[in-house]
């Protein structure tokens, strides 16, 4: 049988390579890209506008594609969030249900749909932070993922619906500009590097927070899409982590290509506060042991890609 996919959401920062991903595994024409706004996306492949908020438009994408598979990743980010908290809801959480409640309608095989580590908060112990551990979101953002791990387990018991998710961490990419979230701090460090030699950080200097690079985050979503049904014993959404770390040890781990670079500090910022409700590390043995994970990229080779990745695109930096 042919797959059809579609992918919500698809001009975002991980929607993008994820697209780009899927169409060099499954073909161009197999993978739809869809997002409320227009960009390049629609110019390598079958591309349509709409806002999955509006559910008739979006059943008759459905009737029309007859998806396999389906990777939601339309969301409003923490900090935009935090903004318009009635709309970050209405979107992250009215966008799940109508995705979901779709694809039981037309028998889609499986669903991936990202929560995060916003789920997390206060209370939540702040050193390898369990795959089931106490859990007080302090954004709208982080309750809208809370309340979508525990909608994706009951269409998984309810529905049989394949429903599969991972709590991703700060997502580090050259391709796409940062996107309004907390961690986007680190991606815009690596711009400023490149374009200024410099830059000023809003969260403070020990805010030790978990990311990951782009690469091992698709890597991570394709694995977990690929492994058979008996291999995952999660249905809310698993811990996956790649590393840890504080702008200090990221401005430190720049100097090494880029000696003139230098770090400033200004905290007062409300992203300050959603970082120390965060976790410093995540436990994610679970998918290790589950379906085989296993980061690729550490500090050093993170900043070595970014840098080399934005000096050859000098397009894609943004000040």
Not at 137 to 159: D, M, N
Not at 220 to 241: E, F, G
Not at 265 to 287: E, G, K, L, T, V
Request: proline residues 5%.
């Amino acid at each position: 049988m042919n797959e059809c996919i579609i992918v919500t959401g698809a001009n975002g920062q991980v929607g993008s390579e994820l697209v780009e991903q899927l169409r060099l595994i499954y073909g161009q024409k197999s993978v739809i890209a869809l997002d409320i706004r227009h960009s390049g996306i629609e110019n390598t492949g079958p591309f349509i506008q709409s806002d999955i908020t509006e559910l008739e438009n979006l059943q008759e994408i459905f009737r029309a594609y007859k998806p396999t598979q389906v990777y939601h990743l339309a969301a409003i980010l923490s900090a935009v969030g935090e903004q318009n908290p009635k709309k970050a809801w209405d979107l992250n959480m009215g966008g799940l249900l109508n995705i979901l409640d779709c694809c039981v309608a037309y028998q889609v095989k499986k669903v991936f749909w990202p929560s995060s580590i916003a789920v997390f908060g206060p209370a939540t112990p702040k050193d390898l932070s369990a795959q089931y551990t106490i859990m007080d979101p302090t954004t709208v953002y982080g309750i809208s993922k809370l309340a979508g791990e525990r909608w994706c387990e009951y269409y998984f018991k309810q529905f049989n619906l394949d429903v599969r998710s991972i709590r991703y961490p700060g997502i580090i990419s050259w391709k796409t500009p940062p996107g309004g979230g907390t961690t986007d701090y680190a991606v815009q460090m690596y711009h400023d590097a490149i374009s200024t030699k410099k830059y000023e950080c809003y969260l403070s200097r020990g805010s030790r927070l978990p990311m990951i690079y782009m690469e091992d985050a698709i890597r991570a979503t394709l694995l977990l899409m690929d492994a058979p049904v008996a291999a995952i014993q999660i249905r809310s959404s698993y811990n996956v982590a790649g590393i840890s770390f504080t702008p200090e040890e990221e401005a430190l781990s720049i100097n090494t290509h880029i000696p003139e670079f230098t770090l400033t500090y200004n905290s007062a910022d409300s992203r300050q506060q959603i970082a120390d409700s965060w976790p410093d590390s995540i436990d994610d043995s679970q998918a290790t042991n589950d379906w085989g994970w296993r980061p690729a990229f550490d500090l050093k080779k993170i900043t070595e890609t970014m840098l080399h990745e934005l000096s050859a695109h000098p397009e894609s930096v943004h000040a």
